[in-house]
């Protein structure tokens, strides 16, 4: 993934392109452009441009992050093993 050269939502124009939005997320011009076809990415078509509101990218940001709390290799093996034990339990 490439670094993003903003550290801030602050320092996002009021209007995002997709070569703007491919570097805010560190992704490729072309998975930029992409998204901004995606059905649920809420983009502002003008002619044959789209762009988005800062506003409404920072939201579908918010909505499309997920925290997973930070998980230690013995909570993994426990999970695991659980599992394992789960299934052959009901087997």
């Known amino acids: ?7 801030s939502y602050d320092e996002l124009p ?3 392109n997709a ?3 491919a570097k805010v997320l560190g992704v490729s011009p072309s998975s930029g452009y992409e998204l ?3 059905a649920d990415f809420p983009v502002l ?3 044959n441009k789209c762009v988005i509101l800062k506003e409404k990218f920072v939201e579908w940001v918010s909505r499309h992050t997920q ?3 930070y998980r230690t290799p013995t909570k993994v093996l426990q999970n695991y093993y659980n599992h394992r034990k789960f299934r ?3 087997q």
Do not use: Q, R, W
């Open 1 to 7: 993934m490439k670094e993003s050269n903003y550290k």
């Open 14 to 16: 009021l209007f995002l």
């Open 19 to 21: 070569a703007t939005v």
């Open 36 to 38: 901004m076809h995606e």
């Open 45 to 47: 078509k003008i002619g």
């Open 67 to 69: 925290y997973k709390p």
């Open 88 to 90: 052959h339990d009901t």
